[in-house]
C-alpha cells in the first residue's frame, strides 16, 4: 500500500511519518512527566535516639558505642516539651540553645535555634541566619559546611516578620552585598536576587 504524501509547510510529508512523529512526542511528555523532579528537597533533621537522653544529661565523651549522637541532647529537650503537652516557651528555648552554643554543642544549639524560631522566637531567626550568612559564617558558630545565603535570607525574612530589627539591618546588608557582586557578572549572585525581590 502506497502512502500518498501531504503537503506541510516544510515539505512532504507521509501519514505514517506524522502519525510515528505524534507518537515519540506522547512517549516523550509521559517520560517527562514520570522522571523522578530535580528539586532539591530540605535536609531532613537526624532521627531521635531510640532511647532518649534526659535534657539535662551530658554526652559521653569517652566515645564508646554508648556515646550520644549529635542532636541527641536536644533531641530529648524538644521530646520532653512535646510530651509535656503545653505550648512551648520560644524565649526558654533560645536560653537553652544559646547555652548549648557557648558550650560548644553546636549540632544541639542548632536544632533547638530551629524549633524556637518555628514557634515564633525572632533570635533564634536571627542566629540561624547569622550561620548562613557569608558574612557571618565561620566554622565556630555554625554546623554549616559553608554559607548557605539562601538559607540566610529565609531565616533573616522569619526574624524580620517578628520584628528584629537586627535581622532587617542583615537582611539589607546581604541584599547589598549580592546586587554588587551580581552586577560584577557573578551568576549565583545573578540567581540569588531573584529570591531577594
Do not use: C
Amino acid at each position: 500500500m502506497d502512502e500518498e504524501p501531504t503537503y506541510r509547510k516544510g515539505g512532504l510529508v507521509s501519514l505514517r511519518t506524522e502519525l510515528l512523529i505524534a507518537v515519540v512526542a506522547v512517549i516523550t511528555l509521559i517520560a517527562i512527566w514520570l522522571a523522578p523532579g530535580e528539586k532539591e528537597a530540605p535536609p531532613s533533621l537526624p532521627q531521635p535516639p531510640t532511647t532518649p537522653l534526659d535534657a539535662n544529661q551530658a554526652s559521653p565523651a569517652d566515645g564508646s558505642a554508648a556515646a550520644a549522637r549529635s542532636g541527641d541532647r536536644a533531641r530529648a529537650i524538644i521530646a520532653g516539651l512535646r510530651a509535656g503537652g503545653a505550648e512551648p516557651d520560644p524565649d526558654e528555648i533560645f536560653a537553652d540553645a544559646e547555652q548549648l552554643q557557648r558550650e560548644g554543642n553546636q549540632e544541639d544549639a542548632y536544632l533547638l535555634y530551629r524549633y524556637a524560631a518555628n514557634h515564633g522566637e525572632a533570635r533564634a531567626a536571627l542566629a540561624l541566619g547569622t550561620q548562613a550568612d557569608p558574612a557571618y559564617h565561620s566554622a565556630a558558630n555554625s554546623i554549616l559546611p559553608g554559607p548557605e545565603p539562601e538559607q540566610a535570607i529565609k531565616w533573616y525574612r522569619m526574624a524580620v516578620a517578628d520584628g528584629n530589627k537586627e535581622a532587617a539591618a542583615r537582611l539589607k546588608a546581604l541584599r547589598k552585598r549580592t546586587e554588587q557582586a551580581a552586577a560584577a557578572g557573578d551568576e549565583q549572585a545573578q540567581r540569588l536576587m531573584l529570591q531577594l525581590q
